[in-house]
């Protein structure tokens, strides 16, 4: 299994946040994570990739224990080199232009050169319609722009997973399609991908897999066309708007 999460538990000052999470990916899955504001979806991504400290649990990549302390900096710096994230607010650096917000990263953490890493950058920027706007700055962007830079930025230190954190909620709905047919192009490139997304129509259509989450915990894993027309569970169906049927409903991780 490329990534496996056992009994994670997290909490913010005594609140409970993720309680207990237990999940299997595969390399090479696509797995859309989904639930109402506040159920934990984010902090889940953020505790994959260290971005928050775990309270108990453990998460591996191949095999091998990452869920190490935050301030474990080297190990995450490693960690990260596999696991990229792209996030809701882009953060990008602002004083950078869209080339060198890109080849940080490969030159500062990989060792790259600078060479090497535009080349990279500029392949990557030429998929994603960006090429003509390398030497633009973030702030001359519109925010779907920004957004398929932030992915450039992730792809280019080569991760062998990306986690997008609601990457479209930020956008004016114009933007929203040319981020997904970004994301979408990925799906054949082999790459594991975890999305925490609003986008019901775009899970169903890109995810192998759909989580969906309550309260901090995973309650159904179904596929997407189970989960979409008939979910095993209440809280599903009342996501989704669907008439709820007790007798049909139960309440279960699948």
Known sequence: MHLTIRNLKKSF??????????????????????????????????CINGLEEID???????????????????H????????GMVFQS???????????????GPMK???????????????????????????AYPRELSGGQKQRVAICRALCMNPEIILFDEVT??????????????????KNQGL????????????????DR???????KIIEINTPAQFFNFPRTVAARQFLNLPVDDAASIDHVS
Not at 76 to 83: F, G, M, Q
Not at 169 to 186: F, Q, T
Request: hydrophobic share 45%; net charge neutral; proline share 3%.
């Open 13 to 46: 000052n005594g609140n409970i946040v993720l309680n207990p999470i237990d999940l299997d990916v595969a390399q090479g899955e696509i797995i859309a994570i989904l639930g109402r504001s506040g159920c934990g979806k984010s902090t889940l991504l953020r």
């Open 56 to 74: 108990s649990g453990e998460i591996h990549l191949h095999g091998k224990l990452i869920s190490k302390p935050a301030s474990n900096y080297a």
């Open 76 to 83: 995450w710096v490693e960690v990260r080199k596999k696991i």
């Open 90 to 104: 882009y953060d990008l650096f602002p004083h950078m232009n869209v080339l060198n917000n890109i080849i940080l």
């Open 109 to 135: 953490v990989e060792n790259r050169s600078r060479k090497d890493a535009t080349q990279a950058a500029t392949k990557l920027l030429e998929r994603v319609g960006m090429l003509d706007k390398k030497l």
């Open 169 to 186: 909620a930020a956008l004016d709905p114009e933007m929203v399609r040319e981020v997904l047919d970004v994301i979408k192009a990925l």
């Open 192 to 207: 594991t991908l975890i999305i925490v997304t609003h986008e019901m129509e775009f899970a169903e259509k890109i995810a």
């Open 210 to 216: 759909i989580v969906f989450m309550e309260a901090g």
